[in-house]
């Protein structure tokens, strides 16, 4: 039994396709079914339960599972090990990041990381906060960014940028005249919101209550760039990380203005996985991470 063969059913179980599993191993749907009847002979025992247009793990496929999970984890964390003997940038690089960071922060060190290591393969995952944890915590990827960090069993956390919250509305708003803003003047005022189990969402709210600012939620969304477009046909005016409005305001289809009490600020910060040895190229792209926020 080569390692291939406990990726192949780790991602099947992880897309719930065996097609799709196929394409991330390059293999064909067949040849999935062919590995994953290898190991039931081998051991056995029936993993998987077939049906028409699902499968469901039996028992012993979780255990099967689980211990796929940290033999990959073995695999990969001898991979970091070997390359950092050599001090070699170089390698697989697997990166969970939640929206807002992925396609705000990342796309202009993404960039320069690749022309200054061109040897480093970075796979970039588009996630919700729950999903980074759990994708680092069983070792799918080799860290994850996320807003407002918490402490998790095996987990380590680490803040590299504050991004201050600001007010957005349309550029004909009354507010967007304001150079500043106190939060009790939005008493009133129609918010377009992000989803109530979001991070971000929950810290406003807490804001919000301190302050005594009644508001009208009126409308919700998971993600920066639903709430954005919101604003831009003047739905409403939302609460936002500065740094994921600046294009916006630049072209002129966006105002922000910033929130002078209080002063509100998302910490974003790297989660990784506790004691697990990291490569050269992990170790460049969180430095170049912090030094880029630095800069900004």
Known sequence: MYIDTFKVFCDLVETGSFSKAGALNSITQSAVSQQIRAIEERFKVRLVERGQRHFALTPEGRVFLQAGREILDVFNDLDHRLHALRNVVAGELRIASIYSIGLHELPPLLQSFRQTY????????????????????????????VAYPMKRSGLQTEIFSEDRMVLICHPQHTLARRPKIRLAEL??????????????????DRHLRAHAVEIEHAMEFDNIETVKRAVEIASGVSIVPGYTVRQEVKSGVLCAVPIESPKISRPLGI??????????????????????????
């Open 271 to 296: 989660v990784s996985k506790r004691n697990r040895a990291r490569s050269p190229a992990h170790k460049e792209f969180v430095e170049a991470l912090k030094q880029g926020a630095a800069a900004a």
């Open 187 to 204: 008493n009133g005022e129609k918010l377009i919101s992000f989803e109530p189990d979001q991070p971000t969402r929950k810290v406003i």
């Open 118 to 145: 061109p040897d480093v393969e970075l796979h970039v995952a588009y996630r919700r906060s729950p999903q980074v944890y759990a994708q680092v915590a069983s070792g799918d990827v080799d860290f994850g960014l």
